[in-house]
């Protein structure tokens, strides 16, 4: 549902106070504590921003995607691993029940989520397959009114907090490909289901990953996402395309925010006499990030609005997430340049957006995969 | 039991304001406006009483242009039941306000009036005082803490070297000090639902008042700018210049 514009702007002027007041002065302890504070998590809770995509029927927001991407513009302005809290959330993990669930696991999940008390993670990813998804080894036998589940998932956000799992796993193994692939939701509680240690990140400290180990787990046949099986890498590719927009969103949020942060060490700092903002070059710099900023925002605004306006955009998205995850990685770059040593020393929080924004241009499908998706589309004469 | 608190629209505590080149006021043009954050606070005293059962109902009051809509809309998305915008299009100076929130303590019969203790933008600090003293009730200003206890609230008031602790009989006025509560931000839910909350629009003729200024303000300039200090050696030397250059002891 679209929100009217006066209600929008005094939920997007309240994301952007408690952005700026409450999760700005904290980045640097998040980082080095590795840990968002349960405070915080609870005014997230509190505000709502765990429900953003959830429908209002199951107690989220319902946000439409322009209102979505908006929010995501605010709370980009920030470090990203605040926004990786209700990242899976609002995303992977909570999108396939949205879109494939049956009404008993939506009402049995979606609630929660929408309001936090439940966090839910996205296990596609293995050891020996990430990009090429489908190639994915975790089993799940048919056995009764049960799936017992072996197998491994790896780099998966949140898994250390999740309650549920949505999980992709082969129910036919003699299908070696995309269609042996189904989806379940599973609780996290289960016997047979265990957890590794967080991964040590380049960046983005305070979000977590980790394995998660299936052995012998014996899950109810209803977890089953759906109806049917066979549609799990189907789904979990329609779930993937709709998070584009959201990461390109964020991207755009933290450019915009490093920008600011340029703009006024340049006015700032002086140098042979001149402040540096006085130099072409460095003026050239902010030209230039400033204009991939800008380019990114219009680009996913624009999809947002013919994704709202019902229609198909999934190579659009990822046109969006592509150019926009390659862009902020510029712009930090840049950021670094215009700091010189300083955007290199932690104190100043740069070279820290520097790593946190590497990511982008890897989960959710690698820059590569977004180039392949992009081009398959015009080659099949979609674009 | 009844809580008035009246708001202010005020420019954001976040915004560099600029004096207009004339030198006539400050220029609001595209300047983002927000509530006072001293009323903030006073509603989030409000609905934190509410929430603990002992208020019932609270009213939000604004006195200003009718964007202060918008600022009525934020009270009631952060826990207030009902609004009234008294409609004026020019400054309204802490006498008329107070003699406007007079009019409107009469017709709502509250038992309590939290208002803020200063309006950022002209830093007055007289509104809260002379609402009490035209209505005759008791007043605890610059409160840091409020217990409502029966017929009483004990209002703790930060004074020059430490904390005073006065009993007032209700109905009473208090006004807000930085450190009362630290105030909520609203959720989306509530926000949406605030829509649907009524705000009745009045004007300062209904409370027979007539809410022309007047002062004339003369001229309004920007503060010097701050020249570079300056190192002293000994302490001799910095009670010389305290004396003979600056002028202070
Ligand atoms: C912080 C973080 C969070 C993550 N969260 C999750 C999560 O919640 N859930 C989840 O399931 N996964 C998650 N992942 C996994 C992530 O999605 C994968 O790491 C990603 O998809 C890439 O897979 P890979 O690491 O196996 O790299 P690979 O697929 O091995 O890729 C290696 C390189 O080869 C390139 N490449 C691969 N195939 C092709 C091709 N056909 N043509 C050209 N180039 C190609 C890639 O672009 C890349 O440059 C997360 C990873 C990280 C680091």
């Given at each position: 549902m679209a929100l009217d514009r006066e209600t929008r702007d005094q939920f997007l002027d309240t994301v952007r106070r408690f952005v700026r007041d409450k999760l700005v002065p904290i980045e640097a302890e998040v980082s080095e504590t590795d840990a968002v504070p349960e405070r915080i998590v609870g005014e997230m809770r509190q505000l709502g921003l765990f429900g953003l995509s959830i429908p209002v029927e199951y107690?989220?927001?319902?946000?439409?995607k322009e209102d979505e991407v908006l929010v995501c513009f605010e709370l980009g302005q920030t470090s990203p691993a605040f926004r990786s809290v209700i990242g899976t959330n609002v995303g992977i993990g909570s999108q396939g029940i949205v879109m494939f669930g049956r009404e008993e696991q939506k009402r049995e999940w979606l609630p929660k989520l929408a309001s936090g008390e439940a966090i839910a993670s996205f296990c596609l990813t293995e050891p020996g397959a990430?990009?090429?998804?489908?190639?994915?080894?975790t089993t799940a036998i048919r056995q009764g009114d049960s799936y017992i589940v072996n197998g491994t998932k790896r780099y998966i956000t949140n898994a250390n907090k999740a309650s549920v799992f949505t999980l992709m796993a082969r129910?036919?193994?003699?299908?070696?490909?995309?269609?042996?692939i189904s989806a379940f939701v599973v609780?996290?509680?289960?016997?047979?289901i265990s957890v590794g240690k967080p991964e040590k990140k380049?960046?983005?400290?305070g979000a977590h990953i980790c394995d998660v180990i299936f052995e012998d787990a014996r899950i109810p046949a209803?977890?089953?996402?759906?109806?049917?099986?066979?549609q799990g890498f189907r789904h979990s590719m329609q779930v993937l395309d709709r998070g584009r927009l959201h990461i390109a969103a964020v991207c755009t949020g933290v450019a915009e925010r490093l920008i600011r942060e340029c703009v006024r060490y340049a006015q700032e700092r002086t140098q042979f006499g001149s402040?540096?903002?006085?130099?072409q070059l460095i003026q050239a710099m902010l030209a230039d990030s400033r204009t991939e900023a800008f380019a990114a925002r219009a680009m996913i605004l624009e999809a947002a609005r013919a994704r709202d306006g019902g229609q198909p955009i999934s190579m659009e998205a990822a046109c969006c997430k592509y150019f926009a995850s390659e862009m902020v990685g510029r712009v930090a770059d840049r950021a670094v340049q215009i700091f010189g040593g300083a955007g290199y020393v932690?104190?100043?929080?740069i070279e820290r957006f520097y790593r946190d924004v590497r990511i982008f241009r890897l989960y959710e499908g690698t820059s590569q995969i977004q180039q392949i998706v992009i081009a398959r589309a015009l080659l099949k004469g979609e674009g | 039991m009844k809580v008035l608190v009246p708001i202010k629209r005020v420019v954001d505590y976040n915004v560099k304001i600029r004096v207009k080149p004339d030198q006539t006021g400050v220029d609001l043009a595209n300047v983002k406006m927000s509530m006072n954050p001293f009323d903030e606070i006073g509603i989030e005293e409000a609905v934190r009483l509410k929430e603990k059962g002992t208020a019932t109902e609270i009213v939000a009051v604004s006195i200003g242009p009718q964007a202060a809509q918008e600022t009525i809309r934020t009270a009631l998305a952060m826990g207030a039941d009902r609004g009234i915008l008294v409609k004026v299009d020019h400054d309204v100076e802490p006498l008329a306000v107070a003699k406007i929130l007079k009019g409107i303590a009469q017709a709502e019969n509250p038992n309590l009036i939290i208002l803020g203790k200063?309006?950022?933008?002209?830093?007055?600090?007289q509104t809260g005082q002379m609402l009490a003293a035209l209505l005759g009730w008791a007043q605890g200003t610059f409160a840091s803490k409020v217990v409502l206890e029966g017929e009483h609230a004990h209002v703790t008031r930060e004074v020059d070297g430490g904390l005073q602790t006065g009993k007032l009989k209700l109905p009473a006025i208090v006004t807000t000090d930085l450190r009362l509560n630290e105030p909520r931000y609203a959720s989306l839910p509530n926000i949406m639902k605030a829509k649907k909350k009524p705000i009745d629009e009045k004007t300062p003729a209904d409370y027979g008042?007539?809410?022309?200024?007047?002062l004339k303000t003369l001229k309004v300039t920007e503060p010097p700018k701050r020249k570079g200090g300056i190192k002293v050696k000994t302490v001799q030397e910095l009670v010389d210049k305290l004396k003979n250059e600056a002028g202070v002891i």
């Open positions: 107690g989220g927001l319902g946000l439409s990430g990009s090429d998804a489908a190639s994915l080894k129910t036919n193994p003699e299908n070696k490909g995309a269609g042996g609780p996290a509680k289960l016997p047979g380049m960046g983005q400290q209803s977890c089953l996402l759906g109806t049917e099986e066979g402040r540096i903002g006085d130099f932690a104190d100043y929080g | 200063q309006a950022i933008d002209d830093d007055c600090n008042v007539d809410a022309t200024p007047r």
